[in-house]
């Protein structure tokens, strides 16, 4: 069963950096898409950034393109978002997520999700 954790998140000034950690187990995820989504207080879940976990192609939501940086770790199973110029709309729990289907994942459709992880951005 595939089981996604979480890390790294914290509270940190606007203009500031963190980067998010999410160890995946329990599947070979070599043909699997992996992914961020973010939820902030009163809003819908989104898309944030989504990696190819073979070979490595991303694709990131136009928020935060420019400012974060999605990679992943084949040997460690581990998925990380660098996120760089952070600003106080980029507060939200963080989800990692995973998906043999592309399109699954970027919808957000998959049944693959971490328990998330709250990021806030204070001024």
């Known amino acids: 069963q595939v089981q996604l954790v979480e890390s790294g998140g914290g509270t940190v000034q606007a203009g500031g950096s963190l980067r998010l950690s999410c160890a995946a187990s329990?599947?070979?995820?070599?043909?699997?898409?992996m992914g961020w989504f973010r939820q902030a207080p009163g809003k819908e879940r989104e898309f944030v950034a989504a990696i190819r976990w073979t070979a490595g192609n991303t694709v990131y939501a136009d928020s935060v393109k420019g400012r974060f940086t999605i990679s992943r770790d084949n040997v460690k199973n581990t998925m990380y978002l660098q996120m760089d110029s952070l600003k106080l709309e980029d507060t939200a729990v963080y989800y990692c997520?995973?998906?043999?289907?592309?399109?699954?994942?970027?919808?957000?459709?998959?049944?693959?999700w971490g328990q998330g992880t709250q990021v806030t951005v204070s001024s």
């Open positions: 329990g599947h070979t995820f070599s043909s699997f898409y």
């Open positions: 997520a995973a998906d043999p289907s592309y399109i699954r994942l970027v919808r957000g459709l998959t049944d693959y």
